[in-house]
Nanobody, 113 residues
Framework: VQLQASGGGSVQAGGSLRLSCKVSKAILSVFSGNTKGWYRQVPGKERELVASIDLNGAINYAESVKGRFTLSRDNSKKTTYLQMNNLKPEDTAVYYC?????WGQGTQVTVSS
């Protein structure tokens, strides 16, 4: 299994970005049968959950992003998305996608005030 994350970048506060995480070398049943999520990490701090989706399709968000971020997935494309709106400087971090026990390489999101 390989994960390819993309979509990071630099935006001003209030802007939007959409992160994508494509899973390759996994059949559709494997994609559907694993939890998926997005985490973020800033230097000196532990990696923290941003949003996740469990095997029943229930989505959980960190309190700090509720109402601003939306996690979705397209099973046919084996891709998970994180739509991030109304971004704040405190959202600046390296964002990692997670699929089961696998992790993507991380994509930098920088929000300037």
């Amino acid at each position: 299994v390989q994960l390819q994350a993309s979509g990071g970048g630099s935006v001003q506060a209030g802007g939007s970005l959409r992160l994508s995480c494509k899973v390759s070398k996994a059949i559709l049943s494997v994609f559907s049968g694993n939890t998926k999520g997005w985490y973020r990490q800033v230097p000196g701090k532990e990696r923290e959950l941003v949003a996740s989706i469990d095997l029943n399709g229930a989505i959980n968000y960190a309190e700090s992003v509720k109402g601003r971020f939306t996690l979705s997935r397209d099973n046919s494309k084996k891709t998970t998305y994180l739509q991030m709106n109304n971004l704040k400087p405190e959202d600046t971090a390296v964002y990692y996608c997670q699929f089961g026990v696998w992790w993507g390489q991380g994509t930098q999101v920088t929000v300037s005030s």
